[in-house]
T-cell receptor
C-alpha cells in the first residue's frame, strides 16, 4: 500500500531563512505527488504538483525517485508562508484517490 | 471559479444523534471525497464516490455512511454520533488530473 511520511510536525524559521519541508513516500509504481497548503482560516488548497515542475509562491519541489522523496523548498521564507503543509500521493487511475501525509506546520517568525 | 460548499461551518450534536453533513459542487465532476482532519493525524479518507449512487470505502469508514443521489451532492452520514467523531470534516472533488479541490470544512463537536 502507498504511504506518505512527513517526519516533522513543526518547522519554525526566521523570515528570510531557507525552508525545506520533507516528504518521503513508499509506492512501487510511478506516483504523482502534490503539496497542499492550508493557511489560517482558509480552505485546503493545492500548492503544486510534481508534473507541472513549476514554482508557486517561490516554492519548488523535485521528485527524487531514487530516494522516494518530494521535499518542498523555498530559499527565503516569508511570514505569509506560515501555514500547514501536506504532501500527498496518487496512484492515478479513474478514482484519483489521494493519500496524505500527517502534515507539518511551518511558522515563519519576523 | 469552481466551488465546493458544505452545509455548515460549525455543528454541535449529542452522542447517539444521526448527523448529516452535506457537500455540493457546482461543476460536473464525478469524483467526490470525504475526509476527516485531526491534529497529528493529517487527512484521512472516509469514503469517496466516483459516480452517482456509487461509493467506495476509504481508510476509516467505520461509523460512517454516504449518499450520492445527484452528481453535485455528496452526503456524509453519522448513523449514531460518538465523541470520537468530533473532528473537522472536509469534502472535496477530484479532477481528471488528480488534483482535489476542497470545501471550507465542517467542525463537528459531539458531546
Amino acid at each position: 500500500a502507498q504511504r506518505v511520511t512527513q517526519p516533522e510536525k513543526l518547522l519554525s524559521v526566521f523570515k528570510g531563512a531557507p525552508v525545506e519541508l520533507k516528504c518521503n513516500y513508499s509506492y512501487s509504481g510511478s506516483p504523482e505527488l502534490f503539496w497542499y497548503v492550508q493557511y489560517s482560516r482558509q480552505r485546503l488548497q493545492l500548492l503544486l504538483r510534481h508534473i507541472s515542475r513549476e514554482s508557486i509562491k517561490g516554492f519548488t519541489a523535485d521528485l527524487n525517485k531514487g530516494e522516494t522523496s518530494f521535499h518542498l523548498k523555498k530559499p527565503f521564507a516569508q511570514e505569509e508562508d506560515s501555514a500547514m503543509y501536506y504532501c500527498a500521493l496518487t496512484m492515478g487511475g479513474a478514482n484519483s484517490k489521494l493519500t496524505f501525509g500527517k502534515g507539518i506546520t511551518l511558522s515563519v517568525r519576523p | 471559479d469552481v466551488k465546493v460548499t458544505q452545509s455548515s461551518r460549525y455543528l454541535v450534536k449529542r452522542t447517539g444523534e444521526k448527523v448529516f453533513l452535506e457537500c455540493v459542487q457546482d461543476m460536473d465532476h464525478e469524483n467526490m471525497f470525504w475526509y476527516r482532519q485531526d491534529p497529528g493525524l493529517g487527512l484521512r479518507l472516509i469514503y469517496f464516490s466516483y459516480d452517482v449512487k456509487m461509493k467506495e470505502k476509504g481508510d476509516i469508514p467505520e461509523g460512517y455512511s454516504v449518499s450520492r443521489e445527484k452528481k453535485e451532492r455528496f452526503s456524509l452520514i453519522l448513523e449514531s454520533a460518538s465523541t470520537n467523531q468530533t473532528s473537522m470534516y472536509l469534502c472535496a472533488y477530484g479532477t481528471s488530473g488528480y488534483e482535489q479541490y476542497f470545501g471550507p470544512g465542517t467542525r463537528l463537536t459531539v458531546t
